[in-house]
């Protein structure tokens, strides 16, 4: 985990790099852009991850305020293949690095997941294939809600985060939001999902 982002559907952004403990695969630099030099100056997952808890749990306050409620006791995460691979993976680094006020976030909250690859595949299924993205790749729906691409910025934190939000509220899906909700499993049961392998160059055949 090398950038960490994110953004409330109220107001507010969350950036940050990782500090790897290891040097990053030359794959990955080619894939993301990001460098050691990029992360050399950046906190580890302990002391982004405690910042990254403080934003959320800013937000809520200034949510609970701005709209008079006496308490909050739910917490959506949003990320395109979030509930296989994303969030799982986030809350596995939160558990495996001890990050101050993790135990406490499962604790004061019901913390929900809203996958949009889920969302868009429900949502599009009895479209006409011709009008609509046949692959359920991130970049594919935001150039299908924005008419924009996300070029050379795909793989980035930033403007992944960013395309997800696009996609979110393209009215066709942010109706079927809350058809898609699922609760996270069990604190015990957060592993590390599958990682991205380098591609692997085919063996010549004579």
Known sequence: LLDENGISMEDGKFASYVRPA????????????????AVSHAEDF??????????????????RDTNRRNNVDTIVLV???GRRFDIPFLLHHMKHHKVVGWTQFFQMYDILCLDTLLLTKESIKNKNPKEVPTKYMLGGFYEYVTGRSLGEDAH?????????????????????????????????RHTTPSRPQEPRTPRQTP
Do not use: C, M
């Open 22 to 37: 290891k040097g990053i695969p030359r794959f990955i630099t080619k894939l993301t852009g990001i460098t050691d030099e």
């Open 46 to 63: 302990a002391g982004v991850g405690r910042s990254f808890l403080e934003f959320v749990f800013e937000k809520v306050v200034d949510y």
């Open 79 to 81: 990320a395109h293949n």
């Open 156 to 188: 980035s934190a930033p403007a992944d985060v960013a395309a997800t939000s696009a996609i979110l509220r393209f009215p066709i899906f942010w109706e079927k939001r809350f058809t898609q909700l699922t609760p996270l499993p069990s604190l015990e």
